[in-house]
């Protein structure tokens, strides 16, 4: 069964950094890309970023780009996101997902499973 | 960055035809496969439909999807209580970042 579990959510003061990571069984991890949503409390989903399976192609959303940054190690079948300068609006739950391609960005793709998610609320 | 633009909420009676929209641009939708996506009340979102039209196994034929230009529709046929949640398009966007469209929340009367 495949399967995506996220950790490393908490609360967090603005401006401080928090680790995520997404522990991935069930498939052959780096056969695929990866990547990470988010869903403030209340509102829609909102893609954060992706990674190509040997790391070699990432993408950012504008909101988090040069904050945030997407790392796999796919010995350990785990994915990261790196977060720091953390802000208000980063509080939300972050999702871990499959990407169908082994390629960021090609088309068709689409994510299958989602993990539960990790929730990160950033206060002071 | 933009967004997909859906209705906020849809409804229907049991058995009805609901009908879902998801409108983008030539540089998304236009020229790149729409996604579904359905979460259910407090739980992770689930792939519904890929690739404009297909349906993953295990995901019941009442579920349609459809796409044309730089608009794509979702439809649920013979609407059931535990179609209730919220729903989602997807498109890759040409500068290479994923836009989920604004959700639409479907509600059985």
């Known amino acids: 069964e495949v399967q995506l579990v996220e950790s490393g959510g908490g609360l967090v003061q603005p401006g401080r950094s928090l680790r995520l990571s997404c522990a991935a069984s069930g498939f052959t991890f780096d056969d695929y890309a990866m990547h990470w949503v988010r869903q403030a409390p209340g509102k829609g989903l909102e893609w954060v970023s992706g990674i190509s399976w040997n790391s070699g192609s990432i993408g950012y959303a504008d909101s988090v780009k040069g904050r945030f940054t997407i790392s796999r190690d796919n010995a350990k079948n785990s994915l990261y996101l790196q977060m720091n300068s953390l802000r208000a609006e980063d509080t939300a739950l972050y999702y871990c997902?499959?990407?169908?391609?082994?390629?960021?960005?090609?088309?068709?793709?689409?994510?299958?499973?989602w993990g539960q998610g990790t929730l990160v609320t950033v206060s002071s | 960055q933009s967004v997909l633009t859906q209705p906020p909420s849809a409804s229907g009676t049991p058995g009805q035809r609901v009908t879902i929209s998801c409108s983008g641009s030539s540089s998304n939708i236009g020229s790149n496969t729409v996604n579904w996506y359905q979460q259910l009340p407090g739980t992770a979102p689930k792939l519904l439909i890929y690739?404009?039209?297909q349906r993953p196994s295990g995901v019941p034929d009442r579920f349609s999807g459809s796409k044309s230009g730089t608009s794509a529709s979702l439809a649920i046929s013979g609407l059931q209580s535990e179609d209730e949640a919220d729903y989602y398009c997807?498109?890759?966007?040409?500068?290479?970042?994923?836009?989920f469209g604004t959700g639409t929340k479907v509600t059985v009367l």
């Open positions: 690739s404009n039209n």
């Open positions: 997807a498109a890759w966007d040409d500068s290479l970042n994923v836009l």
């Open positions: 997902a499959k990407d169908s391609h082994l390629m960021v960005g090609a088309t068709p793709s689409w994510f299958d499973p």
